[in-house]
């Protein structure tokens, strides 16, 4: 038996008007979600645990099987972890992200505009990070050059007791209430003013606002965190794992976990990505022995983020027919056993474009025990079920079961 898990961050989400009062997933065409929930089961499950933030850090470790109240250090660590950086016990991490500011009034009064800098590429980033760093890097901080807009900052004895918010959280408001607060702030408000000077009229911002794109033109830290300690994967569920993603974060889970995190070329975290390129390394690596793959789509929820209606429902589109499908047709040809969950780790609802922690929609083929019922695969049809598993956490056990 063969475990693939596919997870569509952010896909869940609340009827829209615009869809007749329908979600997403609902009016979205997908004739092989469709088919495969209606011989298995759908279900709800609450990815995150009550009074945690719902961010993709703490729904993802949920959804791997490790209960973030004992296992959450942290947003930031866990990426830093894919990128090669190396942190003590003392050390803390801080997600830096290029963010789009307005370019009107001072720092503290401009609005955030696009959490992403309109999904810069990592070449971009890599020379505006270059600038930055020339004036903070230092004995205490170090600069970590990550995948587009997310970088990593690790400080040495750094400090936990910082309010920072994630720059998703706040787009359109003006910056002014969110700025640091607590130990720290005032460096890095310094760093966060300073980068605006440094970046807005910097060749590579003149030459992205000269193709329409958004500028790059201020960093944003939040996600702090210590060194992670994830209990081995393998050992936790007796399976040999591996992680597919374009997200430092999902990879940073997966080494940290023990599993296989595999490089995939052309994935970019957005609705145009190497879908093809995700689903042959998912084979392959099951080919070679593994017994559970993780593929992880980023597309849904950074459309939610940009509030991208059509663009949501064309990604919900395209996992079912480049995703799904071709994993289906791959073992019933090769009439192999196997087991497909899908779900989303959060909803990422357009009308906020940000998460939230309610439940998720899921469903679980069983290619040796087929099933029939008639609820449909979404939020609501998930709902109607009556299944639910309260704790995320307890997910995996019961999938790899």
């Known amino acids: 038996m063969k475990y693939i898990l596919v ?25 092989n979600f469709d088919k495969l929930a209606s011989k298995g089961e759908i279900g709800l499950i609450k990815t995150v645990p009550e009074g945690m933030n719902p961010g993709s850090d703490t729904a993802n470790l949920s959804v791997l099987g490790y209960d973030p109240k004992k296992y959450y250090t942290g947003r930031s660590s866990l990426e830093a972890v894919s990128i090669g950086a190396r942190m003590e016990s003392k050390d803390v991490c801080y997600r830096v992200n290029f963010v789009t500011l307005s370019e009107d009034d001072e720092y503290i009064n401009k609005t955030i505009i696009d959490h992403s800098a309109g999904e810069i590429t990592t070449e971009e980033a890599t020379e505006l990070l270059m600038a930055v760093m020339g004036e903070f890097s230092n004995k205490m901080w170090h ?25 998703h959280n706040i787009l359109g408001q003006q910056i002014t209430k969110y700025l640091p607060k607590g130990e720290l702030s005032e460096e890095f408000t310094k760093l966060m003013t300073r ?14 606002r000269g193709k329409g794109l958004a500028p790059a033109n201020s960093v944003w830290p939040w996600g702090e965190g210590t060194k992670p300690e994830l209990d081995d994967f393998k050992e936790l569920f007796h399976k040999s794992g591996a992680m597919i993603s374009a997200v430092d974060l999902l990879k940073g889970i997966a080494i940290a976990a ?46 939610g983020h940009r509030g991208e209606l059509e663009n949501k429902v064309k990604a919900i589109e395209l996992i079912d027919q480049k995703v799904v499908q071709p994993i289906v047709r791959y073992f019933e040809n ?31 083929y069983n290619s040796t025990k087929h099933k029939e019922q008639l609820y449909e695969f979404s939020e609501i049809g998930a709902k109607e079920s009556g299944k639910f598993i309260e704790n995320g956490f307890q997910f995996m056990p019961y999938f790899l079961s």
């Open 334 to 364: 090769k009439e192999e056993a196997f087991k497909l969950a899908l779900l989303p780790d959060h909803p990422t609802p357009l009308n906020i474009r940000t998460h939230t922690s309610d439940a998720v929609p899921y469903f679980i």
């Open 258 to 303: 023990g599993m296989n995190s595999i490089d995939v070329e052309g994935v970019t975290g957005n609705i145009h990505t190497n879908y093809e390129g995700k689903v042959s390394s998912a084979i392959k690596v099951l080919e070679d022995g593994a017994d559970f793959v993780y593929i992880h789509i980023e597309a849904p929820d950074e459309c």
């Open 143 to 167: 600069f970590y050059i990550g995948v587009s807009y997310r970088h990593a900052l690790i400080i040495n004895n750094g400090s936990t007791s910082l309010e920072l918010t994630p720059p």
């Open 7 to 31: 997870l569509a961050d952010g896909m869940a989400d609340e009827p829209i008007k615009k869809l007749n009062n329908k979600t997403p997933l609902q009016a979205a065409y997908t004739p």
């Open 195 to 208: 980068s605006y000077e440094l970046l807005n009229n910097h060749p590579i911002n003149i030459k992205r």
